[in-house]
């Protein structure tokens, strides 16, 4: 069951990680945030984390109560913890600066993640 959760475990990590960087280790790219570039990175990082955390809610045991309520409370662990992620960006990670804009993208790719989850996992055997 654990084994499961590792993608999702790491995944959460590895977003910590990217967020918690200082501001001046981000390379600076001009033309990228003329396209909003940033927000598309925010709504995929956080679209994967919504897809890794549906698919180990799933491989509970079927009396569970996470497994009943998967999607709900995927989408609530995700979107809550984007949230506080930008509040530590702006309150404790150096150089960083939490953004609305930002708490919007990571919120929209685990709203994305939630719809795409079933037809992806049809598609994807490793997500059923």
Known sequence: ????????ILWTLVIFGLCSMPGKSIPKINWLELLSFDKFVHAGIFFVEQLFLM????????????????????????VTYGGCLEI???TIFSERSGDVLDFIANSTGCVIGLFLFNPLAKKIKWLA
């Open 55 to 78: 698919h180990a809610l799933i491989s509970l045991s079927e009396t569970s109560f996470f497994k009943k309520n998967y999607k709900w409370i995927s989408v609530f662990f995700c």
């Open 1 to 8: 069951m654990v084994k499961k959760f590792l993608p999702f």
């Open 88 to 90: 530590m960006q702006y």
